[in-house]
C-alpha cells in the first residue's frame, strides 16, 4: 500500500514567487511526516518534521509545511523561491512494520528548478 | 560534530562480483538505516540496524545483507552483482527510537555502477 505520494514529478517557479511542493500520504493513525532535500550527488537533508501540536512547521532555509489531517497532505512552501532551491525534494511518512518498529518511506520526490 | 561517512564514494564492480560498502554514523546514534536510490525506482529502503540487530527489511533477495559493529559502524554487502543492482546507497543514522520520528541523517552515498 502506497504511504506517501508526491503527485508532480516536476514543478517550475519564478525566482521571488512563492513555491508549493505537494504531498498526501495515506497511513493509520498519527503520522510522523518529513521533508527532505537532496542536491546533486549528495545525500538527503532534513529540512523540517511534523510529529504534532501545530499545523504550520518551519524549517532550514525558510521553508515551511502545513499538516493537513482531513485532506491527509503536508505540503511544502516557501513565500519567495531562491534559484539555489532548486534540487529534488522528497516527502517520507514514518510507518510501523512488523516487528512493532517503523521506518521510513520516501515518495518518489519532486524536482524543482527555480528560473531566474 | 562529523556527519554520516560513507565510504567508497565511487565503486565500478562486474557482473558476478560482490561488494562491501561502510557507514560510520554520527557519534551517538545507534540506528543505522541503508536505502538504494535508482532513477525508476526512487528510494527503497533495504534494512536497519539498532545496536547490532537487524530491525527492519525491506524486500531486496538475500544478496543483499548488512551487519552493525559495536561502535554502530555498518556495512553492507551485495553478492553476486548484478546490472540491476548499479545504484547510489545512502546511510543514514539516527537516534533510533522505536517510533522513528526524529530525523535521519544521511551520508552523501555510495554510487555503484555494475558493468
Known amino acids: 500500500a502506497q504511504s506517501v505520494a508526491q503527485p508532480e514529478d516536476q514543478v517550475n517557479v519564478a525566482e521571488g514567487n512563492p513555491l508549493t511542493v505537494k504531498c498526501t500520504y495515506s497511513?493509520?493513525?498519527?503520522?510522523?511526516l518529513f521533508w527532505y532535500v537532496q542536491y546533486p550527488n549528495r545525500g538527503l537533508q532534513f529540512l523540517l518534521k511534523y510529529i504534532t501540536g501545530d499545523n504550520l512547521v518551519k524549517g532550514s532555509y525558510g521553508f515551511e509545511a502545513e499538516f493537513n489531517k482531513s485532506q491527509t497532505s503536508f505540503h511544502l512552501k516557501k513565500p519567495s523561491a531562491l534559484v539555489s532551491d532548486s534540487a529534488l525534494y522528497f516527502c517520507?511518512?514514518?510507518?510501523?512494520?512488523?516487528?512493532?518498529?517503523?521506518?521510513?518511506?520516501f515518495g518518489a520526490g519532486t524536482r524543482l528548478a527555480v528560473h531566474p | 560534530k562529523a556527519g554520516v561517512t560513507q565510504t567508497p564514494r565511487y565503486l565500478i564492480k562486474t557482473r558476478g562480483q560482490q561488494v562491501t560498502l561502510s557507514c560510520s554514523p554520527i557519534?551517538?546514534?545507534?540506528?543505522v538505516s541503508w536505502y538504494q536510490q535508482t532513477p525508476g525506482q526512487g528510494l527503497q529502503f533495504l534494512f536497519e540496524y539498532f545496536s547490532e540487530t537487524q530491525r527492519n527489511k525491506g524486500n531486496f533477495p538475500g544478496r543483499f545483507s548488512g551487519r552493525q559493529f559495536s561502535n554502530s559502524r555498518s556495512e553492507m554487502n551485495v553478492s553476486t552483482l548484478e546490472l540491476g543492482d548499479s545504484a547510489l546507497y545512502l546511510c543514514?543514522?539516527?537516534?533510533?527510537?522505536?517510533?522513528?520520528?526524529?530525523?535521519?541523517?544521511f551520508g552523501n552515498g555510495t554510487r555503484l555502477t555494475v558493468t
Open positions: 557519534s551517538g546514534h545507534r540506528s
Open positions: 497511513v493509520s493513525g498519527n503520522p510522523y
Open positions: 543514514a543514522s539516527s537516534w533510533g527510537n522505536r517510533q522513528m520520528n526524529s530525523p535521519l541523517h
Open positions: 517520507a511518512v514514518s510507518r510501523t512494520f512488523s516487528g512493532g518498529y517503523n521506518k521510513l518511506i
